[in-house]
């Protein structure tokens, strides 16, 4: 009846006395058209995201999330140090975010990236650790297994995409056969793993690497370790803008783990730009 | 009741009912009921016939009541009916009668095990009550056992408080030939004795390698046996990929254990020597078929063990200090005590060693080359190191300080 069943009408049209064929064409136009738009951008996206995509309501952005970590092997055992900034984007937020934390009687676990996501990692470690404990058979968890663990972890949930936003520093001292035996790790949150003498994650990759690279040497002592960790905080602090002038240092032997309370680095701005800044700057006003 | 037949449960035939039925009658008489007209047949769902109250009383019908047919209603005057179906004359009731009833079906016999008189067993007197089972001797077997109204389910208890079918299980572990495990500190070493079927065939294998760091022996269904080893070979693996790291051995004999506990299966009916190394060194675990595990410094199992048992329990105590060649020579010496005056050559017996080295490094589980063995065993016999074995038949006393299997 009339031309009402154009557009995006839902029902077949039905056969009318008279323009029937007209009307039907007229929806089919539209209607089919569009139905195959629908299935070919469906198509794409599945082709293009995978079906888990749909089904699953995925972690794609990061909300509040803490900076680099640095960590490197020296005599007794790893030395771990961050800041304790965690920024809700360019906002930094919150400042007094304990991101080193003790696995066990044998490890210490850094992260940067998402916060809550470590705080979910820390819950896994946690029933790992438990139930170590309770069987009470003299064996436990190193950080090589805590390390594998975790990396088979996170590489899942790569593959359900839905990681776990974090760059994750696992180090740790256990006996072995062979004697003390210094672990040094990372994992990524695509699940990219290795083990180094010295990591670092986030912007540390590209300020604090190259100078554990010239700087780092076998069997430093405590001191110089600090020494070295402190050099490479201050340029991150200096450079990287989501840092904050608040660390913490961590260290793990064979006796055990400690982390050092929060403390502050002393900063250098009497640089002769800084004292008179428009010096330079030309201007009508 | 069959309403068709007037089967009222009464003297029950219908007033009007014609003698002689058939359809002779129905045609002299005129067949239809005569108050009810031609469509209600005598007998049917309106016939009167079938009122509860006697049909010989008449009634006084008032009008109103002769216009509804009810079932209640009487209708006095002779049926000129007959019954749909079947013709209910006299002479066919009294037919019925004649004929004697049917003999009762003969009773359907109800077939039980057979239960001997325990007056009648040689062991008389010595046992209480049915139920109860005598401790077996060595190498008896189950066939002396008594038979009982508990042991068809592994789900079922018998009121002494055991699982009848775990114990047979337990019985099938002592039909297997002997295994023994014996450990060190840093060493653990299984052994086993090989029977062939037959003397066309091989030996049926025994010791199976489970990960690089641990080893079974077991003894019983070997069918079984392959199942478990392939669990437990996964369950290696599995932790390994997730941890890189093996699994400790205690943790193994408990997935061992876990998997005895299934009420829809039978129990396997074989028992495992685990042997492994862990960060706190060498293990040897027993898993029965029962659940249970204990970890040994050594133990045997098999049939005719406990020759072996006895050797070893005179000298276990050092062997926490024992070297892995010490270790090999006395799980050979056991496994000697379980042949029965046999010959000990490469052939009769297999041996597997795991441990850690001095250097830390760990030595993988393997089995030891027959030469190797074969050189060993020379040795031990030239040097004459092992005591001579005590026949195992003045081993009368059997498990005497073991409860039975299961209190613990």
Known sequence: MGSHAAGGSQAPPTATAGGGETQRTHVAFIFYPSIGIVVFAFDKFINSHGLLMLLFHTNRYPYVTGTSVIALKYKDGVIMACDTGASYGSTLRYKSVERIKAVG?????????????????????????????????????????????????????????????????LGGVKKGPKGDEKYLGMVNMIGTHFEENHVATGFGNHLAIPILRAEWREDMSFEEAVKLVEKCLLVLLYRDRSSINKFQIAKITTEGSTIYPPYSLKTYWGFSHFENPAQGAVGSW | MNVYLGDSGLAGDCGGRREGGGREGRKKQGGDCKLLGSQRMHGGPACPSVSPSPPSSPLFLAKWQLRLPSLLRLHRGPHRTRPPFFPRSPILEKKKKATPPPPPPPPIKIVTRARRDPQTLPHAGKVGTLESTRRLKEGEGASRMFRNQYDTDVTTWSPQGRLFQVE??????????????????????????????????????????????????????????????????????NHSFVYEAPLPISRLALRLADKAQRSWKRPYGVGLLVAGLDETGAHLYYNCPSGNYFEYQAFAIGSRSQAAKTFLERRFEGYNDYTPEQLIKDALSAIKETLQGEKLTSANCTVAIVGRKDDGTIEPFQMIDATRIQEIIDSMEAAEEAPPAEPSSMQEEERTSDAAPMDI
Not at chain 1, 121 to 150: A, F, Q, V
Request: proline share 2%.
């Open chain 2, 168 to 237: 047979y299980a337990m019985e099938a572990v002592k039909q297997g030939s002997a295994c023994v495990g014996l450990r060190s500190s840093t060493h653990a070493v299984l052994a086993a004795a090989n029977k062939p079927a037959s003397e066309l065939s091989s030996y049926q294998r025994k010791v199976f390698r489970v990960a690089e760091h641990a080893g079974v022996a077991l003894a019983g269904l070997t069918a079984d046996g392959r199942v478990l080893s392939r669990f437990l070979r996964n369950e290696c693996i």
């Open chain 1, 105 to 169: 009687k044998h490890s210490l676990i850094g992260a940067s990236g998402e916060f809550s996501d470590f705080q979910e990692i820390l819950r896994y470690l946690d029933e790992l650790t438990l139930s170590d404990h309770m069987w009470d058979d003299g064996n436990s968890l190193g950080p090589k297994e805590i390390h594998s663990y975790l990396t088979r972890v996170m590489y899942n949930r790569r593959n359900k995409f839905d990681p776990l936003w974090n760059s994750l520093v």
